[in-house]
């Protein structure tokens, strides 16, 4: 977002009409039934238009396409089995649950006291599914920029987490361990970009045979990548 844009969205931003989660958003909902029902639990209200599991359907596919779009640009030469690769770790429910974290989402659930939230699990799903329904009632309230906004200053901003999160480093190294294999040797093949934005490729090479690569925005990332990637052409369950 540019300066005047940013200039824009502040003036444009009422926050005498917004409650504490509208504040933390940056979107004031002009139909208030949209939140209401995004935080909505099924317990609560089961008919279909009152909790928030269509607007969860609908989030879902909001986030595919921002991210997508961030991906192609993020990656302009990235073919389709790498933005896939990257698109699932930023959606996937243990990043979507961080974001409803850090949001505070949990702290709006209206549900019965007898769901046990106290479970991570559950907790952890929750948390992820209110994430996709404030989008999807974002998207049917103000259309595709206010989401757009929130998704790139949460998921897309903590991509590079997202991508590390996994060890799937150590799980290659285990795999290797326990059926008498070399130790998988990680080599950075190349660097791209200039300084403040560079693009790591690294390679996984095991008893000498090399493994597809993996490519992020630093060279962690990237090992994790390419280890999931051996792992998946090793047929290890991941």
Known sequence: MGLIDSIKDF??????????LEKKIH????????????????????GPRQNYERLE???D????????????????????????????FLVQKSHLAKMGKLLDLM??????????????KIAEKQQANL????????????????????????VWAHRDHAWESTNFKGKLIEF????????PSFQVKDVTGPDHSKTFEVQVFIDGEAFPTGVATNKKSAEQLAAKGALEKLGAAL
């Open 176 to 183: 290797c361990h326990q059926r008498s294999m070399g130790n």
């Open 61 to 88: 596919a909001v986030l595919d396409i921002v991210v997508s779009k961030a991906l192609m640009k993020e990656f302009p030469e990235g073919d389709e089995g790498l933005l896939t690769q990257r698109r699932a």
């Open 11 to 20: 003036f444009s931003f009422n926050r005498s009409q917004a409650n504490p």
């Open 57 to 59: 359907f609908l989030g």
């Open 107 to 120: 702290d709006h659930l209206n549900i019965e006291s007898s769901v046990n939230l106290s479970v991570d």
């Open 131 to 154: 994430f996709e329904a404030l989008i999807g009632a974002m998207f049917l309230d103000g259309g595709m920029e206010p989401c757009k906004k929130l998704i790139m200053k949460t």
């Open 27 to 46: 979107y004031v909902f002009n139909r208030r039934e949209y939140l209401t029902q995004a935080f909505t639990h099924k317990s609560i209200l089961s």
